[in-house]
């Protein structure tokens, strides 16, 4: 069974910085592309980033390049999302996702707060 678990969420002040993990099980990870996405509240859900499995294809939506950092584990099955200069705007819940033989699977998601 597919499973992603996320964690690292928390509150925040501009400017702070956050880690978040995704741990991955149920699938050869080490072949999966990784994505994170965020939806804010009152908002679709929005591709923030993603990995290939190699790590050779990397994408950031505009408005957090040069502020995120997306990177993997493979031997401890983990996608990692660095978030730094953290904006108001960035507050969301975020998901890791995997697509796996054609069947996408999510996490429940984990809150970010980003308020003074």
């Known amino acids: 069974q597919v499973q992603v678990v996320e964690s690292g969420g928390g509150l925040v002040q501009p400017g702070g910085s956050l880690r978040l993990s995704c741990v991955a099980s149920?699938?050869?990870?080490?072949?999966?592309?990784m994505r994170w996405y965020r939806q804010a509240p009152g908002k679709e859900r929005e591709l923030v980033t993603f990995m290939s499995s190699t790590g050779g294809s990397i994408g950031y939506a505009d408005s957090v390049k040069g502020r995120f950092t997306i990177s993997r584990d493979n031997a401890n099955n983990t996608v990692y999302l660095q978030m730094n200069s953290l904006k108001p705007e960035d507050t969301a819940v975020y998901y890791c996702n995997v697509v796996w033989r054609l069947r996408p699977y999510w996490g429940q998601g984990t809150q970010v707060t980003v308020s003074s």
């Open positions: 149920g699938f050869t990870f080490s072949s999966g592309v």
